[in-house]
Nanobody, 115 residues
Framework: QVQLVESGGGLVQPGGSLRLSCAAS????????MAWYRQAPGNQREYVAR???????NYADSVKGRFTISRDNAKNTVYLQMMSLKPEDTAVYYC?????????WGQGTQVTVSS
């Protein structure tokens, strides 16, 4: 069994920062790309950022320059450092990982940006 568990969400004021974590556990023999997606109320889930096992990163235009994705392969964990947060960043954030040639999703963590 493979599980992805996100943490680090919460309420933050506009301009603030948060760091999300997503830890993979279970029979994680091979973890390839890991990514973050988000879904705001009434919207479809959208791509945020991705990092390969080699550390190559890619970002959605909406977060480029404000968010940083990173990973600790020894801990099977991916992070999303979010800075200069805006109200439109409010969403449930999900991590996604290619593990053992299958795709897994976490349960999501709520991020709310509001004054």
């Amino acid at each position: 069994q493979v599980q992805l568990v996100e943490s680090g969400g919460g309420l933050v004021q506009p301009g603030g920062s948060l760091r999300l974590s997503c830890a993979a556990s279970g029979s994680t023999f091979s973890i390839n790309a890991m990514a973050w997606y988000r879904q705001a109320p009434g919207n479809q889930r959208e791509y945020v950022a991705r990092i390969t096992s080699a550390g190559t990163t890619n970002y959605a235009d909406s977060v480029k320059g404000r968010f940083t994705i990173s990973r600790d392969n020894a801990k099977n964990t991916v992070y999303l450092q979010m800075m200069s947060l805006k109200p439109e960043d409010t969403a449930v954030y999900y991590c996604n990982a290619a593990i053992n040639w299958s795709l897994y999703w976490g349960q999501g963590t709520q991020v709310t940006v509001s004054s």
